[in-house]
């Protein structure tokens, strides 16, 4: 079976930053996406991993460890647009990807 | 810049009625993909189709066809809609390639009275 998980929500203050989590546990790996939903939205694609480490990519960074199952988004120097909802998402084998449930930040003044 | 396109932002159907959503993109991607997202359950998968003509089923594709006669438009079939199809329909595509990440449309806020 597939499985992905994620916070529900998480809440952080301007200029702070924040770590999201995302475990899982998928029947095959072909890399993982990071995705910025604002509400009434479509998605946009912010950054993949497909070996472990860290990609940078100007406030937004991402981590994989293949072997934990495990990922984080971490956003620095918060900006009130960054108040969102985060969807992790890992492309299994095939064309396919499965998505979590995603985590809805809350930046605050 | 890749442009995903769905027909209507918000549609309000009633119930047994045959509904169809569209989707059309620019980029020349062979993939394309309906999800619909509703609060607390995120994306999930519909159908998919990696070629035209080409199906697969998702993860909740009961009560729904799709059809993928061009290349560029892959539309969703609700045969008979019903309340619980109410939702937030979204369409996406994507390159074949491992790499390439999904573009998703404005999505379809359906409503089923």
């Known amino acids: 079976g597939q499985n992905i998980d994620q916070p529900t929500e998480m809440t952080a203050t301007e200029g702070a930053i924040v770590q999201i989590n995302c475990t899982y546990q998928?029947?095959?790996?072909?890399?993982l996406f990071w995705y910025q939903q604002h509400a009434g939205e479509a998605p946009t694609f912010l950054s993949y991993?497909?070996?472990?480490g860290l990609e940078e990519k100007g406030r937004f960074s991402s981590f994989l460890s293949r072997s934990k199952g495990y990922s984080y988004l971490l956003l620095k120097e918060l900006q009130m647009k960054d108040s969102a909802s985060y969807l992790c998402?890992?492309?299994?084998?095939?064309?396919?990807?499965?998505f979590g449930p995603g985590t809805r930040l809350s930046v605050l003044p | 810049d890749v442009k995903v396109t769905q027909s209507s932002r918000y549609l309000v159907k009633r119930t047994g009625e045959k509904v169809f959503l569209e989707c059309v993109q620019d980029?020349?991607?062979?993939?394309m993909f309906w999800y619909r997202q509703d609060p607390g359950l995120g994306l999930r998968l519909i159908y998919f189709?990696?070629?035209?003509?080409?199906?697969e089923k998702g993860d909740i594709p009961e009560g729904y066809s799709v059809s993928r006669e061009k290349k560029e438009r892959f539309s969703l079939i609700l045969e008979s809609a019903s309340t619980n199809q109410t939702s937030m329909y979204l369409c996406?595509?994507?390159?074949?390639?491992?790499?390439?990440?999904?573009?998703f449309g404005d999505g379809t806020r359906l409503s089923i009275l």
């Open positions: 996406a595509s994507s390159f074949e390639t491992d790499n390439q990440p999904q573009h």
């Open positions: 998928t029947s095959g790996f072909n890399g």
């Open positions: 991993n497909v070996l472990d």
């Open positions: 998402a890992v492309r299994v084998y095939g064309q396919n990807f499965v």
């Open positions: 980029m020349d991607h062979e993939n």
């Open positions: 189709s990696y070629d035209v003509k080409m199906k």
